[in-house]
């Protein structure tokens, strides 16, 4: 048994939590400050929490002392606290951010501690890069990598075609903050919410816009090596439109608390949601210019007789698997630990990573496609 501390009791944290505990093989307390949502928690010998405020550094810091690692499901601004915390106690440490300042912060941390920092182990940053980086070994020479990602409801049914399946401050923050790109050769920043395109994928048309975030630290690993790289959020068309009015002509990118309630009090959640992955990789091989893809469909599924939605699988199963995979030994046990330095085949045999084979792609002639 090994004793994990995962941070934050909401929708990811809960379900990271049972994941863990139902192994037999980890005894996880899970730590928030708000008592109500602890009390959601189903407890038992595997399963505790603990209310804890985590701004409260030395409670922090004794909470995750003797502990193997800790996980972060807080949100993106707490991230820099509970990297510190974990560095002081000497413990492994793991997160969901989609945060690039936040990350660069813990790079830094990372520098000095003995455990292993492996921020970004969610969905997007996260798998996105292990299936990029993946696709990109495969070539004697890259021209583009393009990651697509979206998490949407099954059925929409309102004008910004869309439901709360996460956090709202994630999704605010990455349709904000600058963007992450290689255009020509050369690492730039581009605009949130810009560079719109469409697509088709079993006959449903999407849309793909910029949005922060989600190539983790792909840009820093593949630069000079790529012409173009990029990564877009997924949505239904229209959304993109929606969400530049109020964020740019409403001003409301300076009153995130404003936005943050309307959508909280206005899009009602969803179970029922699809998540979407989209990967392709262009280059040389063999002296011929050759183009591969991942496409995969998650779905939500049921775990432990509870209905969980494709979000929360793809997140908590994402960074359970790469727990999992530092456990035995398969990756780095100190210092900063990057997405893409996971096996893609190593990830998808793990007992938490084979959620993301419900919608397994099938492989051909060079091509993978959705099944």
Request: charged letters at 20%; proline letters at 3%.
């Amino acid at each position: 048994m090994k004793d994990v501390v995962v941070i934050g009791s909401g929708k990811i944290g809960s379900t990271i939590a049972r994941l863990l505990a139902d192994t037999g093989h980890y005894h996880v307390t899970v730590v928030d400050r708000s008592a109500e949502q602890l009390a959601d928690i189903e407890s038992g010998p595997a399963l505790s929490t603990a209310i804890l405020d985590i701004t409260d550094e030395a409670a922090l810091s004794a909470q995750l002392t003797g502990k193997f690692a800790v996980l972060s499901a807080a949100p993106f601004q707490l991230t820099v606290s509970i990297a510190t915390a974990a560095a002081k106690a000497g413990v492994h440490y793991l997160d969901l951010t989609e945060d690039v300042e936040s990350t660069r912060q813990v790079k830094q941390i990372a520098k000095t501690a003995k455990t292993a920092f492996i921020p970004q182990c969610g969905l997007a940053p996260g798998f996105i890069s292990i299936v990029a980086s993946d696709l990109a070994r495969k070539f004697d020479s890259l021209d583009s990598v393009r990651l697509r990602v979206g998490a949407l409801p099954q059925f929409p049914s309102n004008a910004l075609n869309y439901n709360l399946t996460w956090s709202t401050d994630g999704v605010i923050n990455e349709y904000i903050q600058p963007c992450e790109a290689v255009v020509n050769g050369e690492l730039i920043e581009v605009p949130a919410l810009e560079e719109r395109e469409e697509f088709s994928l079993d006959g449903v048309t999407y849309e793909a816009f910029n949005t922060s975030g989600g190539l983790g630290t792909l840009c820093e690993t593949l630069k000079g090596k790529v012409n173009t790289l990029n990564y877009r959020t997924i949505r239904y068309p229209g959304h993109a439109a929606i969400m530049k009015a109020l964020l740019q002509d409403l001003g409301l990118r300076h009153r995130r608390e404003v936005l943050k309630d309307i959508l909280e009090h206005a899009l009602p959640t969803t179970l029922q949601d699809v998540v979407i992955v989209f990967v392709t990789v262009s280059g040389r091989r063999s002296g011929r210019l050759i183009q591969e893809t991942y496409a995969n469909k998650i779905y939500s599924t049921q775990i432990g007789g509870r209905t969980t939605s494709a979000i929360q699988v793809t997140t908590a199963s994402s960074i359970c698997a790469v727990l999992d995979l530092l456990a035995g030994g398969n990756i780095p046990a100190s210092g900063f630990v990057r997405q893409e330095d996971i096996a893609l085949d190593a990830f998808l045999r793990n007992r938490f990573g084979v959620y993301y084979r419900q919608g397994e792609p099938v492989k051909g002639h060079g091509i993978t496609v959705a099944a």
